[in-house]
């Protein structure tokens, strides 16, 4: 019998401290779309170096740097933000968090500064599940689900570890545990 893990959009999904794929391997997700077809996610702690004016051709002056989103898709870039009040075609992920949206209408309000660096993330790539994956990974223990998403635009190398600690509980002591316990 299926369990079903109440999975919606604006979880987090943060990897079990042993999952073996190194896509996911200590990732903090979230998940921007969920439904009976499949799920889609943005990998939120994998920063890379590059710059978005560096990944797209003719991007106006901006200082945001593109995160490994998840390995699908790696030929287009994603975006969440907090202006889907006034970038026509985003969409709603959860309360003020909003994924991609009209993009000649984004690059003409980064022209004006109407958008802000520190409220939005792009993403080369993202995390895709097939209708009915996810919820198995869930029932092999793959992942733990948080509800807490305040600090989704403060992402950074360390979230995974963060938000472990901030559940408490097992969690806190999950978020000690050595990548490799051969090397403890």
């Known amino acids: 019998m299926a369990v079903d893990f109440n999975i919606q959009k604006g979880d987090l999904l ?3 401290p042993f999952m073996q794929d190194p896509n996911f ?3 903090v997700t979230l998940v921007c779309e969920h439904n009976e077809e499949g799920s889609l996610g943005l990998v939120l702690n994998r920063p890379s170096i590059f710059k ?6 003719n991007f106006p002056a901006f200082q945001a740097l593109v995160n490994y989103g998840g390995p699908v898709g790696l ?6 933000h907090s202006y889907g009040d006034i970038l026509e075609g985003a969409f709603h992920v959860i309360d003020n968090i909003y994924w991609n949206g009209n993009f000649e209408q984004l690059k003409d309000y ?3 500064k109407i958008i802000l660096p520190h ?4 993403f080369v790539g993202y995390a895709g599940w097939e209708a009915g994956q996810l919820n198995e990974e869930m029932q092999d223990y793959s992942w733990i689900i ?3 998403h305040e600090e989704i635009f403060k992402m950074n190398e360390y979230m995974w570890k963060d938000i472990l600690q901030k559940m408490g509980g097992k969690n806190k002591l999950i978020s000690t545990f050595p990548e490799d316990p051969r090397l403890n």
């Open 25 to 27: 391997k200590r990732t």
């Open 75 to 80: 030929d287009r870039i994603n975006y969440i």
């Open 52 to 57: 978005v004016t560096e990944m797209i051709p």
């Open 14 to 16: 943060i990897a079990e």
């Open 119 to 122: 409220n939005i993330r792009f």
């Open 110 to 112: 980064i022209k004006r």
């Open 146 to 148: 948080s509800k807490k």
